[in-house]
């Protein structure tokens, strides 16, 4: 049993307490999903006053003969059947989301409140870009200001999403080669990488070819200067890695893949570390993607939308998605089509401008100064959470944490309990898991990724249900490996669930 003191003391989060559900709910009642019952309705029509029209001849061969079979139920029992579904969900705003890689970030309600202000929500892509300046100044700034954190030459906004950034970026790299009259046909990826940096280069029409992270968790210098040559497009690398690890040795790098005529990409949804920093335009990065739906705060998870910006060098500005964004001479600005080097369109529009007016209001919201401590804060976050629980689980790799620490279940794998184990029970204690076996070439990772948004309150919070985790490991493994038990549904059948999930509703036969 876990001691009351221990447990995440919020309403709001799930009782920790063995067997204990909320008062106002039964386990049962949670499980019975099935709720229709025949002539229930949720609305109440007056009779009819005016004569009926033959609805049948109006509507012809649209007109329903039969019931559409849906759900019958009250309007108070539609109410709390979704109320109570959206409670059994977690989300950032309930508490700590310390998902390794995917900086799952607060969304500063101002960002929603000028996101959702008329001229800009209502902006139409179709309105003539004469009518349209307003919003072409959002982009603009953006722009911008993207570049400017990044210490690149020319951007877009258009992919709508990381691994879609990831995608345009080595078609630029592509086409660039191509331009040189040398499509080559190789991009070298660290064991460390994100699986959507593989799966870019392989759509992109390249060979992979995997490159072994040294003792430190970095870029193996000697190793790299032996596998670039004339045949190698790029080398993708994530910085900080994803061990939360800043290859300290970049530039040099960048100067390896240079003297061979290949180009260095960054995936800069680790960005988190950097901004206000370093800027990789400074250190030989040639192209990268943004996560704006990671760095920059703009909500994130549940298939929402996304935005993930390529920022490049200017030798590879004329192969940008088309239309790029220009400043007529009367300073109007104006989305230009013409551009016979481009890649080509890789999205309908302009990107996801929703997203775009979030980051903006996030960045002008913290200014330079601001944006520099929330980096400052995410660092020093994830390194308190690596000081408070070194002794009690694994660190596999001792060079400094930036923005995220990896733990490994070596000790507790000793007591058969693993890490998909632990992150069940942290359930348990009303934390969202951390990420769990990724990065790959760290057995059994933990990875914690706190971000700045967590005061230190939460952040012992989390730092107590760890411990008294690694504790229950030692006396009552059982207790861990059964976890969770405070979910109204425990351990799932995971690829099932994935493979086969039930997504909607169909009458009982
Ligand atoms: C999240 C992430 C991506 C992919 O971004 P999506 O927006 O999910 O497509 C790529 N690389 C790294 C390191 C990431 O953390």
Not at 228 to 251: K, Y
Not at 388 to 397: A, E, M, V
Not at 445 to 463: D, R
Request: aromatic share 6%; net charge neutral; hydrophobic share 40%.
């Amino acid at each position: 049993m876990t001691s009351e003191k221990n447990i995440h003391d919020s309403s709001t989060h799930t009782a920790a307490t063995i067997g204990k559900v909320r008062p106002h709910q039964t386990q049962n009642e949670g499980l019975v999903f099935e709720k229709s019952s025949p002539g229930k309705r949720g609305y109440k029509l007056q009779p009819l006053d005016v004569p009926a029209v033959d609805a049948a001849a109006l509507l012809g061969k649209s007109y329903r003969t039969q019931s559409a079979e849906l759900p019958e139920l009250s309007e108070i029992e539609i109410i709390r059947h979704f109320t109570r579904l959206s409670t059994w969900n977690y989300a950032i705003d309930l508490g700590m989301y310390p998902l390794g890689s995917c900086t799952m970030k607060y969304n500063p309600r101002v960002n929603e409140f000028v996101a959702r202000i008329e001229g800009l929500a209502e902006a139409h892509p179709y309105r003539p870009d004469s009518l349209s300046q307003g919003i072409l100044d959002v982009v603009e700034l953006l722009q911008r200001c993207l570049l400017e954190i990044t210490g690149m030459d020319a951007i877009t906004l258009q992919p709508a999403a990381g691994a879609h950034g990831e995608f345009t970026g080595i078609l630029l790299v592509r086409a660039w080669h191509e331009s040189q009259g040398n499509a080559r046909r190789k991009v070298l990826i660290p064991d460390s990488a994100h699986g959507t940096n593989p799966a870019t280069a392989a759509i992109c029409g390249y060979q992979v070819e995997n490159l072994k992270s040294n003792a430190l968790g970095g870029i193996d210098l000697e190793a790299l200067a032996r596998q670039v040559d004339e045949d190698t497009a790029a080398l993708m690398l994530t910085n900080p890695s994803t061990l939360g690890v800043f290859e300290n040795e970049i530039h040099k790098i960048a100067d390896i893949l240079h003297a061979k005529g290949a180009l260095l990409y960054m995936d800069g949804a680790n960005m988190n570390a950097l901004v206000g920093k370093v800027r990789p335009g400074d250190f030989g990065v040639d192209v990268m993607h943004l996560n704006l739906h990671k760095t920059f705060s703009t909500p994130h998870g549940g298939g929402g939308p996304g935005s993930g910006p390529v920022a490049c060098k200017a030798f590879l500005e004329p192969f940008l998605p088309t239309p790029v964004l220009v400043q007529g001479k009367d300073g109007a600005k104006h989305w230009n089509y013409d551009r016979p080097q481009s890649v080509g369109r890789v999205r309908a529009f302009y990107g996801n401008v929703g997203m775009f007016i979030r980051a903006l209001a996030y960045i002008l919201a913290n200014g330079p100064d601001g944006l520099r401590q929330t980096t400052e804060d995410a660092v020093l976050n994830a390194n308190y959470i690596r000081h408070k629980l070194k002794g009690l689980y694994d660190l596999p790799y001792q060079t400094p944490s930036m923005h995220e620490v990896v733990f490994s279940d070596k000790r507790q794998a000793a007591q058969g309990v693993k890490t998909g184990d632990i992150a069940k029970r942290l359930i348990d204690y009303g934390f969202h898991p951390y990420t769990v076996s990724f990065p790959l070439i760290v057995h059994g990772a933990l990875m914690i990724e706190p971000t700045e948004s967590e005061s230190v309150e939460e952040l012992n919070l989390f730092i107590d249900a760890m411990r008294a985790i690694a504790k229950e490991v030692e006396e009552t493994p059982e207790l861990v490996k059964s976890a969770p038990h405070s979910t109204r549904v425990s351990r799932l059948d995971e690829v099932q669930a994935a493979r086969k999930p039930i997504l909607r509703w169909k009458p009982a036969k």
